[in-house]
């Protein structure tokens, strides 16, 4: 799992985390459909866009994150469909997606950008001051309220918001996705395996969206990129994603080792083996 500026991303499949290598990559074979776990660290709301393969997921709308809690995206929106869409799909991109789609500098990253909630602005307290008046000839003279202060007001400004955890804010075109696309020559041997998959549409998906009202967020943008890839270090196909609870038996000694062991405790060979 990802973390920066207390967020937290990671990609399952099949229910299970992935876990990364690298610090930023994933391995998943190819023709596995998959889904990206957010999790939100802070005590305020926020903002999220997820961007695969350079494209908007969500078609302008941003995911609302409430603090605390985790959501987990399992669907692209399209043509604003909040009740049904497809399922992320990571296929290889082949000689005929090649010629076909082009190549893109973003393929095969996922890139997750959010903003957290603006504080709102503290409000001052004004405090009223009471005079009582008293007279001999009327002990029942109405009491007079004198404000001494120099403010006009004391009340504060703001909306309640109601949110969800599934909810999502259309908020129009994303301002910061104003990265082109480049298209590469590459040239390739015979049919070998392209290292770098893409995201193609998967099966129907059920997940909903519901509308929530707007707030402002903090000027600093914040943002993660994952890798997914479908072949490994040595140009090996992945025929099975490897998960945070997978506990790796050494090729060497046959150790059983911890699932976070990148080496064996027993012989020290390498471990990483996809």
Not at 264 to 273: D, F, K, N, Q, Y
């Amino acid at each position: 799992m990802m973390y920066s500026e207390k967020f937290a991303v990671c990609i399952k499949s099949a229910g299970k985390v992935l876990r990364e290598f690298n610090k930023d990559s994933v391995y998943i074979p190819f023709s596995s459909e998959y889904t990206i776990l957010i999790k939100n660290l802070n005590t305020m709301k926020a903002l999220v866009k997820v961007y695969i393969d350079g494209n908007d997921v969500t078609e302008g709308i941003h995911l609302v994150v409430n603090p605390k809690e985790d959501y987990e995206l399992t669907r692209s929106i399209r043509n604003g469909n909040l009740n049904q869409g497809n399922a992320f799909k990571f296929i290889e991109r082949t000689t005929g997606i090649e010629q076909h789609r082009g190549i893109k500098i973003e393929d095969g990253l996922i890139r997750i950008e959010y903003q957290f909630e603006k504080a709102a602005p503290e409000v001052e307290t004004i405090v009223h001051h009471e005079y009582h008046y008293w007279y001999d000839y009327h002990p029942y003279t109405p009491q007079y309220c004198h404000n001494d202060s120099n403010s006009t007001g004391n009340a504060a400004y703001g909306l309640t918001l109601a949110t969800a955890q599934f909810s999502a804010e259309p908020v129009g075109t994303s301002e910061v996705n104003n990265l082109r696309n480049v298209e590469c020559s590459v040239k390739t041997k015979g049919t070998a395996v392209n290292e770098i998959g893409i995201t193609a549409p998967g099966s129907i998906n059920d997940q909903k969206f519901s509308i929530t009202e707007t707030f402002a967020v903090e000027e600093t943008m914040h943002s993660m990129v994952i890798r997914l890839l479908g072949t490994n270090e040595k140009g090996k196909v992945v025929k099975k994603a490897v998960t945070v609870q997978m506990k790796p038996r050494c090729t060497m000694c046959g150790t059983v080792n911890k699932a976070t062991a990148k080496f064996c405790g027993e012989c020290s060979t390498a471990l990483v083996i996809v």
